[in-house]
Protein backbone atom coordinates (compact mmCIF):
# COMPACT_ATOMS: atom_id res chain seq x y z
CA UNK A 1 0.00 0.00 0.00
CA UNK A 2 1.67 3.31 -1.41
CA UNK A 3 1.20 5.58 1.61
CA UNK A 4 2.82 9.30 1.70
CA UNK A 5 3.83 10.50 5.04
CA UNK A 6 3.75 14.42 5.02
CA UNK A 7 6.62 15.23 7.63
CA UNK A 8 9.64 16.68 9.14
CA UNK A 9 8.62 15.66 13.02
CA UNK A 10 10.10 13.38 14.91
CA UNK A 11 6.53 11.05 14.96
CA UNK A 12 6.93 11.09 10.92
CA UNK A 13 10.41 9.76 10.79
CA UNK A 14 9.16 6.79 13.76
CA UNK A 15 6.37 6.12 11.25
CA UNK A 16 8.20 5.81 8.34
CA UNK A 17 11.22 3.46 9.64
CA UNK A 18 8.54 1.09 10.92
CA UNK A 19 6.71 1.32 8.18
CA UNK A 20 9.35 0.89 5.60
CA UNK A 21 10.60 -2.39 7.60
CA UNK A 22 7.04 -4.12 6.80
CA UNK A 23 6.52 -5.92 4.09
CA UNK A 24 2.99 -4.91 1.98
CA UNK A 25 4.56 -0.82 2.77
CA UNK A 26 5.93 1.86 0.26
CA UNK A 27 6.42 4.20 1.85
CA UNK A 28 7.40 7.94 0.88
CA UNK A 29 7.71 11.05 2.93
CA UNK A 30 7.41 14.01 2.09
CA UNK A 31 9.60 17.37 3.39
CA UNK A 32 9.12 20.89 3.04
CA UNK A 33 12.46 21.82 2.80
CA UNK A 34 12.36 24.91 5.21
CA UNK A 35 15.57 23.60 7.21
CA UNK A 36 19.18 23.72 5.24
CA UNK A 37 20.03 20.59 6.87
CA UNK A 38 16.93 18.61 7.81
CA UNK A 39 16.59 14.92 9.78
CA UNK A 40 15.79 12.85 6.50
CA UNK A 41 13.68 9.46 7.36
CA UNK A 42 13.84 5.99 5.82
CA UNK A 43 12.83 5.28 2.78
CA UNK A 44 12.39 7.87 -0.20
CA UNK A 45 12.04 11.40 0.34
CA UNK A 46 10.72 14.00 -1.87
CA UNK A 47 11.58 17.73 -0.44
CA UNK A 48 9.91 21.16 -1.30
CA UNK A 49 6.15 22.17 -1.98
CA UNK A 50 3.30 20.97 -3.77
CA UNK A 51 1.53 23.73 -5.29
CA UNK A 52 -1.39 24.05 -2.90
CA UNK A 53 -4.22 21.70 -3.04
CA UNK A 54 -4.62 21.37 -6.47
CA UNK A 55 -0.88 20.78 -6.66
CA UNK A 56 -0.91 17.85 -4.33
CA UNK A 57 -4.26 15.91 -5.53
CA UNK A 58 -2.31 16.03 -9.20
CA UNK A 59 0.81 14.58 -7.17
CA UNK A 60 -1.03 11.95 -4.99
CA UNK A 61 -3.12 10.94 -8.38
CA UNK A 62 -0.06 10.66 -10.92
CA UNK A 63 1.80 8.49 -8.07
CA UNK A 64 -0.81 5.91 -7.07
CA UNK A 65 -0.93 7.24 -3.26
CA UNK A 66 -3.38 5.24 -1.09
CA UNK A 67 -3.28 6.63 2.16
CA UNK A 68 -2.14 10.09 3.68
CA UNK A 69 -0.22 10.68 7.11
CA UNK A 70 -0.20 14.27 7.88
CA UNK A 71 2.69 14.23 10.62
CA UNK A 72 3.66 17.83 10.18
CA UNK A 73 4.51 20.10 12.60
CA UNK A 74 1.42 21.14 14.64
CA UNK A 75 1.24 24.26 13.06
CA UNK A 76 1.93 23.49 9.71
CA UNK A 77 -1.72 24.77 8.71
CA UNK A 78 -1.70 25.03 5.70
CA UNK A 79 -0.18 21.73 4.68
CA UNK A 80 -3.02 20.38 6.83
CA UNK A 81 -5.68 21.76 5.24
CA UNK A 82 -4.24 21.34 1.93
CA UNK A 83 -3.99 17.41 2.89
CA UNK A 84 -7.12 17.14 3.36
CA UNK A 85 -9.16 18.70 0.63
CA UNK A 86 -6.96 16.65 -1.61
CA UNK A 87 -7.56 13.62 0.12
CA UNK A 88 -11.30 14.24 0.29
CA UNK A 89 -11.51 15.04 -3.65
CA UNK A 90 -9.68 12.00 -4.15
CA UNK A 91 -11.34 9.59 -1.63
CA UNK A 92 -8.30 8.55 0.33
CA UNK A 93 -7.89 7.85 3.93
CA UNK A 94 -6.20 10.76 5.42
CA UNK A 95 -5.01 10.46 9.12
CA UNK A 96 -3.49 13.59 10.62
CA UNK A 97 -0.33 13.02 13.76
CA UNK A 98 -0.73 15.41 16.54
CA UNK A 99 1.34 14.84 19.58
CA UNK A 100 -0.29 16.20 22.82
CA UNK A 101 0.08 20.52 23.61
CA UNK A 102 1.69 21.29 26.68
CA UNK A 103 -0.28 21.64 29.69
CA UNK A 104 -0.04 24.56 32.54
CA UNK A 105 1.85 22.96 35.88
CA UNK A 106 1.63 24.48 39.37
CA UNK A 107 3.73 27.64 39.05
CA UNK A 108 3.53 28.14 35.72
CA UNK A 109 2.65 31.95 34.59
CA UNK A 110 1.42 31.58 31.14
CA UNK A 111 -0.77 33.56 28.78
CA UNK A 112 -2.23 32.05 26.14
CA UNK A 113 -2.96 33.95 22.69
CA UNK A 114 -4.01 33.02 19.41
CA UNK A 115 -1.44 33.88 17.08
CA UNK A 116 1.80 35.97 16.24
CA UNK A 117 0.41 39.22 16.04
CA UNK A 118 -1.53 38.78 19.81
CA UNK A 119 1.69 37.31 21.39
CA UNK A 120 3.70 40.30 20.34
CA UNK A 121 1.05 42.68 21.71
CA UNK A 122 1.59 40.65 24.86
CA UNK A 123 5.03 41.11 24.61
CA UNK A 124 5.17 44.43 24.60
CA UNK A 125 3.53 44.70 27.75
CA UNK A 126 5.40 42.01 29.85
CA UNK A 127 9.10 42.92 30.21
CA UNK A 128 12.30 44.63 28.14
CA UNK A 129 14.48 41.26 27.55
CA UNK A 130 12.13 38.51 25.32
CA UNK A 131 13.48 35.01 24.49
CA UNK A 132 11.43 34.05 20.84
CA UNK A 133 10.98 30.25 20.53
CA UNK A 134 8.86 30.51 18.00
CA UNK A 135 11.26 28.77 15.04
CA UNK A 136 12.51 31.04 12.35
CA UNK A 137 9.04 31.80 10.44
CA UNK A 138 7.05 34.51 11.93
CA UNK A 139 9.79 36.45 13.76
CA UNK A 140 8.52 39.43 11.52
CA UNK A 141 5.34 39.71 13.77
CA UNK A 142 7.47 40.89 16.60
CA UNK A 143 9.69 43.22 13.94
CA UNK A 144 7.85 46.22 15.15
CA UNK A 145 8.90 46.22 19.22
CA UNK A 146 11.43 48.56 19.36
CA UNK A 147 11.50 48.63 22.94
CA UNK A 148 12.42 44.94 23.62
CA UNK A 149 15.79 43.17 23.11
CA UNK A 150 14.78 39.56 21.72
CA UNK A 151 16.94 36.58 21.88
CA UNK A 152 15.64 34.75 18.65
CA UNK A 153 16.52 31.05 18.86
CA UNK A 154 15.81 28.92 15.66
CA UNK A 155 17.23 25.90 13.96
CA UNK A 156 18.05 28.27 10.60
CA UNK A 157 18.17 32.02 10.15
CA UNK A 158 15.07 33.79 10.35
CA UNK A 159 13.06 35.05 7.29
CA UNK A 160 12.27 38.41 7.15
CA UNK A 161 12.08 41.34 9.06
CA UNK A 162 13.31 40.78 12.65
CA UNK A 163 13.63 43.44 16.02
CA UNK A 164 15.93 46.01 15.89
CA UNK A 165 17.57 44.68 19.01
CA UNK A 166 18.20 41.28 19.02
CA UNK A 167 20.24 38.44 19.62
CA UNK A 168 20.22 35.11 16.92
CA UNK A 169 21.23 31.94 18.50
CA UNK A 170 21.44 28.84 15.91
CA UNK A 171 20.78 25.39 17.92
CA UNK A 172 18.41 22.25 17.64
CA UNK A 173 16.90 20.59 20.53
CA UNK A 174 16.34 18.24 22.63
CA UNK A 175 17.94 21.08 25.40
CA UNK A 176 18.18 20.51 29.32
CA UNK A 177 16.43 21.86 31.80
CA UNK A 178 20.00 23.26 33.37
CA UNK A 179 20.78 24.41 29.98
CA UNK A 180 17.84 26.53 29.71
CA UNK A 181 18.18 28.37 32.90
CA UNK A 182 21.71 28.99 31.96
CA UNK A 183 20.52 30.59 29.01
CA UNK A 184 17.61 32.83 30.97
CA UNK A 185 19.98 34.00 33.51
CA UNK A 186 22.82 34.43 31.26
CA UNK A 187 20.81 36.81 28.72
CA UNK A 188 18.47 38.33 31.80
CA UNK A 189 15.22 37.13 30.04
CA UNK A 190 12.10 38.57 31.54
CA UNK A 191 9.58 36.83 29.20
CA UNK A 192 8.93 33.51 26.81
CA UNK A 193 7.32 33.48 23.97
CA UNK A 194 6.83 29.61 22.54
CA UNK A 195 4.30 27.87 20.17
CA UNK A 196 2.72 25.04 21.66
CA UNK A 197 4.41 22.45 19.94
CA UNK A 198 3.77 19.63 22.26
CA UNK A 199 6.33 16.67 22.70
CA UNK A 200 9.63 16.54 25.14
CA UNK A 201 12.63 17.76 22.65
CA UNK A 202 12.00 21.96 23.59
CA UNK A 203 9.65 21.31 26.73
CA UNK A 204 12.72 22.50 29.32
CA UNK A 205 12.72 25.88 28.35
CA UNK A 206 9.06 25.81 30.24
CA UNK A 207 10.47 24.27 33.37
CA UNK A 208 13.40 26.50 33.45
CA UNK A 209 10.67 29.38 33.22
CA UNK A 210 8.63 28.05 35.81
CA UNK A 211 11.47 27.96 38.15
CA UNK A 212 12.45 31.62 37.42
CA UNK A 213 8.66 32.57 37.58
CA UNK A 214 9.12 34.18 34.47
CA UNK A 215 5.67 34.93 32.51
CA UNK A 216 5.11 32.68 29.31
CA UNK A 217 3.14 33.72 26.03
CA UNK A 218 2.00 30.69 24.77
CA UNK A 219 0.41 30.57 21.28
CA UNK A 220 -2.28 28.26 20.52
CA UNK A 221 -2.37 25.29 17.78
CA UNK A 222 -4.04 26.10 14.57
CA UNK A 223 -7.53 24.24 14.16
CA UNK A 224 -7.58 20.88 12.25
CA UNK A 225 -9.48 20.84 9.39
CA UNK A 226 -13.21 19.95 10.40
CA UNK A 227 -13.71 15.75 10.99
CA UNK A 228 -10.43 15.07 11.10
CA UNK A 229 -9.03 12.08 12.28
CA UNK A 230 -6.34 11.96 14.67
CA UNK A 231 -3.70 10.10 16.48
CA UNK A 232 -1.58 11.33 18.78
CA UNK A 233 0.93 8.83 19.73
CA UNK A 234 3.26 7.14 16.65
CA UNK A 235 1.87 3.41 17.80
CA UNK A 236 -1.67 4.83 17.52
CA UNK A 237 -0.61 6.16 14.03
CA UNK A 238 0.44 2.21 12.97
CA UNK A 239 -1.92 0.94 14.12
CA UNK A 240 -4.42 2.58 12.38
CA UNK A 241 -1.98 2.45 9.00
CA UNK A 242 -2.27 -1.41 9.69
CA UNK A 243 -6.23 -1.56 9.96
CA UNK A 244 -6.30 1.43 6.51
CA UNK A 245 -4.07 -1.78 4.70
CA UNK A 246 -7.07 -4.45 6.03
CA UNK A 247 -9.38 -2.43 5.33
CA UNK A 248 -10.66 -1.63 8.85
CA UNK A 249 -10.49 1.69 8.82
Request: aromatic letters at 6%; zero cysteines.
Amino acid sequence: MKTLILGGTREAREIAHIASGERGFDIVSSLAGRVRDPLLPAGPVRIGGFGGVEGLRKWLADNEIAVVIDATHPFAGTISANAAGAATDLGLPLLHVRRPGWSEQPGDRWIRVPDLDAAAQQVSELGERVFLTIGRQGVAAFAGLANQWFLIRAIDPPTGALPPHHGLLLARGPFSPADEQRLLTRHRIDVLVTKDSGGDQTAAKLDAARSAGLPVVVIDRPELPPGAVVAETVDEAWKWLRDTASGNF
